[in-house]
Nanobody, 124 residues
Framework: QVQLVESGGGLVQAGASLRLSCVVP????????MGWFRQAPGKEREFVAA????????NYADSAKGRFTISRDNAENTVYLQMNSLKPEDTAVYYC?????????????????WGQGTQVTVSS
C-alpha cells in the first residue's frame, strides 16, 4: 500500500498563504490523478482540488477556485497545493490523495491512496 506524505500545514492569519506538499514515496502504477481533500471537525471530508498526471487538467471545489492552485512535479513525485487569501473557514486537516486513471474524481471513496493529513489553522 502506497502511503502519501503531506507537509506544509501550520497556523496563519486570515489573508495569508500556505503551500502544502505531498510526496509519493512509492510508485502508483500507470497514470494517476492526485488530489487534495480537507476535513474540519464535525464535518465530512470534502474535495478541494485534483490534477491529472500530465498536469494539463485540474478541477477545484467552488470554495477553492481563484484562491488555491494545485500543481505537480512528476520528476519529484510531488504534488502541491498553493493556498492564497486564506480564510478561517479553510481551517481543516488537509489530505493528499491519489487514484489511478485520468478522471478528476471528487468523492473521497474514489481515491484508494491517502496521506496522514496536515493541519491548517487560519485565525481571524
Amino acid at each position: 500500500q502506497v502511503q502519501l506524505v503531506e507537509s506544509g500545514g501550520g497556523l496563519v492569519q486570515a489573508g495569508a498563504s500556505l503551500r502544502l506538499s505531498c510526496v509519493v514515496p512509492g510508485r502508483i502504477p500507470g497514470s494517476h490523478v492526485m488530489g487534495w481533500f480537507r476535513q474540519a471537525p464535525g464535518k465530512e471530508r470534502e474535495f478541494v482540488a485534483a490534477v491529472t498526471w500530465s498536469g494539463s487538467s485540474s478541477n477545484y471545489a467552488d470554495s477553492a477556485k481563484g484562491r488555491f492552485t494545485i500543481s505537480r512535479d512528476n520528476a519529484e513525485n510531488t504534488v502541491y497545493l498553493q493556498m492564497n487569501s486564506l480564510k478561517p473557514e479553510d481551517t481543516a486537516v488537509y489530505y493528499c490523495t491519489a487514484a489511478g486513471g485520468t478522471y478528476l474524481y471528487t468523492f473521497h471513496w474514489e481515491y484508494p491512496y491517502w496521506g496522514q493529513g496536515t493541519q491548517v489553522t487560519v485565525s481571524s
